[in-house]
């Protein structure tokens, strides 16, 4: 059975998410961006805005194949392929939740890892630039050949992004999501309530 292993959500490429797209979670929101756990009071206290109403809800995407040879600050996956789901809820008092689940197979298929992302803060901003300061996060791995780890919490800093609603061919809403190393788009989920 032939699977096709490269599709791509709409508005991403496959050759720009084939280079850059598993580096770019990490990195992504400050979400997984390194940074110190040792963030001052005033980093984490800082106040939420309001979120423009197009913004709010739930934005998610799954990609189903991840390049091979990832490096990253949690780990590498050696000659593997996977998927990655990606959800960000931003809620219009300005909070937003931000996880990742990445699944790889390598080694033959006979290895198999997984990593989570769960962070969580608030935004604030004006216009399309927003500042997410995230108050908490924690990362998952398990391997059935390698290393499993846990931190909690993981290291986190606040970065800035830009946040653009597009449309597909369809109408439906997507969130471009900009950052100094390329773009990501998300959809507006679909079965959400």
Known sequence: MYTNRTRCPAGISSERRLLWLV?????????GGGGS???TAADAQAQPASIPQPLTGQWETILTYVPPFYSGPYGDVPNGDGAIGITLVLTADGRYRHVWNLTSAYFGGNCFRTGGWDEFGTVNGTGPDFTFNPTKASY????????????????????????????????????????PTGDIVLEKCRHCG
């Open 23 to 31: 580096p770019l979670i990490l990195t992504l929101f400050g979400c």
């Open 37 to 39: 756990a040792d963030a």
């Open 140 to 179: 998952i791995q398990t391997d059935t050949c390698g290393q499993n780890r846990f931190l909690d919490p993981a290291p986190v800093a606040p970065a800035s992004h830009t946040l653009k609603i597009e449309h597909d061919n369809k109408g439906w809403p997507l969130l471009r999501i900009t950052f």
